[in-house]
């Protein structure tokens, strides 16, 4: 059974850098052909798709983001990590790690999700 | 506001059936067959009861099952239980010129009468 589990810092400053970890069970980060995806749920319900790195590390972002968001991993402790900078109010979310998109375009495995709230 | 439209709410009763929209463009729901529906209860993360419109993965009840028709795609629910009573998300891959990403609806929430 795959399990994921995010782990952040529940509350960052804003214009701070937001950086939030994954780390996945069940499954190697590194093992084609999966992808794995970072989601953000807001206040209000919606849910935002972030972007995703791919087993081979090489990652795509939402356009929406611009230049703001990275991703990194750590293969040898299957862990990925999301960095957001310059955050404002605007991101404060429930942040997911998922695996996927696979190839039936869906993410199969979600973690529990982790707040994090902008403020000063 | 999300990028695929869902009806705020919906409601029906124990043993009914009850019919969810999500709807899109011909550069998402319309153009690819790649929409997912999600259910989440709250205090949860969403979990994938469709993907690829109409696919159920196992240990999805039988009593969900999915469709699309045009840019529209819809998720049923079939003997409603108390236990669905949740939110309902829908997601599809979006494709433009410059650019690709994956998208949601802003959730339908399902009551049971």
């Known amino acids: 059974q795959v399990h994921l589990q995010e782990s952040g810092p529940g509350l960052v400053k804003p214009s701070q850098t937001l950086s939030i970890t994954c780390t996945v069970s069940g499954a190697s980060i590194s093992t084609h052909p999966y992808y794995w995806s970072w989601i953000r749920q807001y206040p209000g319900g919606g849910l935002e798709w972030i972007g995703y790195?791919?087993?081979?590390?090489?990652?795509y972002y939402n356009p929406s983001l611009g230049s703001r968001v990275s991703f990194s991993t750590d293969t040898s402790n299957d862990r990925f990590s999301l960095n957001l900078n310059s955050v404002t109010a605007a991101d404060t979310a429930v942040y997911y790690c998922?695996?996927?998109?696979?190839?039936?375009?869906?993410?199969?495995?979600w973690g529990q999700g982790t707040l994090v709230t902008v403020s000063s | 506001q999300s990028a695929l439209t869902q009806p705020a709410s919906v409601s029906g009763s124990p043993g009914q059936s009850v019919t969810l929209s999500c709807t899109g463009t011909?550069?998402?729901?319309?153009?690819?067959?790649?929409v997912s529906w999600y259910q989440q209860h709250p205090g949860k993360a969403p979990h994938l009861i469709i993907p690829?419109?109409?696919n159920r993965p196992s240990g999805i009840s039988n009593r969900f099952s999915g469709s699309k028709s045009g840019n529209t795609a819809s998720l049923t629910i079939s003997g409603l239980q108390p236990e669905d009573e949740a939110v309902y998300f829908c997601?599809?891959?979006?494709?433009?010129?410059?650019?690709?990403?994956?998208?949601f609806g802003g959730g339908t929430k399902l009551t049971v009468l």
């Open positions: 998922a695996r996927g998109p696979l190839t039936n375009k869906a993410f199969d495995y």
């Open positions: 011909s550069s998402d729901v319309g153009g690819y067959n790649s």
């Open positions: 790195i791919r087993y081979s590390g090489s990652t």
């Open positions: 690829e419109v109409t």
């Open positions: 997601s599809s891959y979006r494709s433009g010129d410059t650019f690709s990403a994956w998208v």
